[in-house]
T-cell receptor
Framework: EAGVAQSPRYKIIEKRQSVAFWCNPI?????LYWYQQILGQGPKLLIQ????????DSQLPKDRFSAERLKGVDSTLKIQPAKLEDSAVYLC?????????????FGEGSRLTVL | AQSVTQLDSQVPVFEEAPVELRCNYS??????LFWYVQYPNQGLQLLLK??????LVESINGFEAEFNKSQTSFHLRKPSVHISDTAEYFC???????????FGTGTSLTVIP
């Protein structure tokens, strides 16, 4: 079974530039999460999708961050314009509510450095 | 709302010594509890979980955690650590509806030869 795929693994940009991250969850997983993990901190939920609908985006900085999951499968997280404090690892995770075992499956993350 | 507190940010321990990583949570509803591990340059992996039933849960690599409802704790223990256990450990909680995971700030375990 293929795991959660994320790309790119690393990205370096200057502040005020834009960046996009892509995530493909495990096949059949209806729930998809984007987390932000700043160095030395735990993952913070940015947005949660159930199929192509948003369940929770209360901690997403909507003035600069956007995310979509148009067909209920893969997802894109965009930051525009980036700030220095956006330097972090962006983690994508998925789970299957129909066969819920309490586990989130994570990708390897996309590390963003904003200069 | 739920929250998770990991009291120790860094734990150095000698190889073959025992270790305990502490986790406390707060919640007004029933929760599921998890420990995730993150090895260097890798994604988070589930180490063990408590959903219901026996309050003592074990992982395949010798870790165990005990759900203590009265103390709202879910501490992680291992009687004898190995070099390969060096990693970041995150405690997490979710409501038993399955949504909204909350993670602690993590504990960096370093096993010293």
């Amino acid at each position: 079974e293929a795991g959660v795929a994320q790309s790119p693994r690393y990205k370096i940009i200057e502040k005020r530039q834009s960046v996009a991250f892509w995530c493909n969850p495990i096949s059949g997983h209806a729930t998809l999460y984007w987390y932000q993990q700043i160095l030395g901190q735990g993952p913070k939920l940015l947005i949660q999708f159930q199929n192509n609908g948003v369940v929770d985006d209360s901690q997403l900085p909507k003035d600069r961050f956007s995310a979509e999951r148009l067909k209920g499968v893969d997802s894109t997280l965009k930051i525009q314009p980036a700030k220095l404090e956006d330097s972090a690892v962006y983690l994508c995770a998925s789970s299957s509510p129909t066969t819920y075992t309490g586990e989130l499956f994570f990708g390897e993350g996309s590390r963003l450095t904003v200069l | 709302a739920q929250s998770v507190t990991q009291l120790d940010s860094q734990v150095p321990v000698f190889e073959e010594a025992p270790v305990e990583l502490r986790c406390n949570y707060s919640s007004s509803v029933s929760v599921y509890l998890f420990w995730y591990v993150q090895y260097p340059n890798q994604g988070l992996q589930l180490l063990l979980k408590y959903l219901s039933g026996s309050t003592l849960v074990e992982s395949i690599n010798g870790f165990e955690a005990e759900f203590n409802k009265s103390q709202t704790s879910f501490h992680l223990r291992k009687p004898s650590v190995h070099i390969s256990d060096t990693a970041e450990y995150f405690c997490a909680v979710s409501r038993n509806t399955g949504n909204q995971f909350y993670f602690g700030t993590g504990t960096s375990l370093t096993v010293i030869p």
